[in-house]
T-cell receptor, first 114, second 114 residues
C-alpha cells in the first residue's frame, strides 16, 4: 500500500459545529503532517507528528486540534471554525530517514465553513 | 527562513514543445523536491535531488540541481496535455526532534494546448 487516504473528500460545516478530518497511511512512515492550502497558494504547514508525538505546531489557532492515535492514523479535530478557515486540508507522511524525506500526500479534504 | 522563488509563475505551451521551470533558493539546498498538483487535489511526488550536479529523469521529465545547490530546474520534453497542472518545488528544513519541514515555492501553473 503506497498511498495516503483522507476522509471525507468534502466537508461543509457551520461555525458552531464540531467535525474531524481523518488521514491514514500504511507505508510504515513515522512522520505525519497537516497542511492548509488556500486557492492559488502553496500548502502551509500546520502540524507535524514524529513517532506519534507532536513535534511542530506552526502557531495554529486552538480551534484546530490534531491527534495521532497510532503510527498509521492522523486526525484533525475542528471546532468553532471561521469562514476564513475554508481551504483544502492536506495530509502527508514521510519515512523520517536521514537520507530520504519525501512526503507523500493524500488527496485532501475540501472544507467549507459557512 | 528558507525562501524558494519559482519562475515563471505561469506557462502556456503548445503540445509537443519543451519547457523549463526554475526554482531558486535563498539558502543552500539539502533536499529539493518537485511535486505536481492538479487543481483541488493532493500533491504528486515527482523527484528528489540532494547532491550538487545531480540530475534525475522520469519519463519525459528531468530535474537538475546545480553544483552550488541553490537552484533547480525542471524540464519537460515534448509536453502533453497530461503534463498540465501546478508544479511546486519544496526544500527540506530540519526542524529538530527528528522532523523535517517542507518549504514550498509559490508554484508554476502549466497549461498545455492541444
Amino acid at each position: 500500500d503506497t498511498e495516503v487516504t483522507q476522509t471525507p473528500k468534502h466537508l461543509v460545516m457551520g461555525m458552531t459545529n464540531k467535525k474531524s478530518l481523518k488521514c491514514e497511511q500504511h507505508m510504515g512512515h513515522r512522520a505525519m503532517y497537516w497542511y492548509k492550502q488556500k486557492a492559488k497558494k502553496p500548502p502551509e504547514l500546520m502540524f507535524v507528528y514524529s513517532y506519534e508525538k507532536l513535534s511542530i505546531n506552526e502557531s495554529v489557532p486552538s480551534r484546530f486540534s490534531p491527534e495521532c492515535p497510532n503510527s498509521s492514523l492522523l486526525n484533525l479535530h475542528l471546532h468553532a471554525l471561521q469562514p476564513e478557515d475554508s481551504a483544502l486540508y492536506l495530509c502527508a507522511s514521510s519515512l523520517l530517514s536521514t537520507q530520504y524525506n519525501e512526503q507523500f500526500f493524500g488527496p485532501g479534504t475540501r472544507l467549507t465553513v459557512l | 527562513s528558507q525562501e524558494l522563488e519559482q519562475s515563471p509563475q505561469s506557462l502556456i505551451v503548445q503540445e509537443g514543445k519543451n519547457l523549463t521551470i526554475n526554482c531558486t533558493s535563498s539558502k543552500t539546498l539539502y533536499g529539493l523536491y518537485w511535486y505536481k498538483q492538479k487543481y483541488g487535489e493532493g500533491l504528486i511526488f515527482l523527484m528528489m535531488l540532494q547532491k550538487g550536479g545531480e540530475e534525475k529523469s522520469h519519463e519525459k521529465i528531468t530535474a537538475k540541481l546545480d553544483e552550488k545547490k541553490q537552484q533547480s530546474s525542471l524540464h519537460i520534453t515534448a509536453s502533453q496535455p497530461s503534463h498540465a497542472g501546478i508544479y511546486l518545488c519544496g526544500a527540506d528544513t530540519y526542524s529538530g526532534a527528528g522532523s523535517y519541514q517542507l518549504t514550498f515555492g509559490k508554484g508554476t501553473k502549466l497549461s498545455v494546448i492541444p
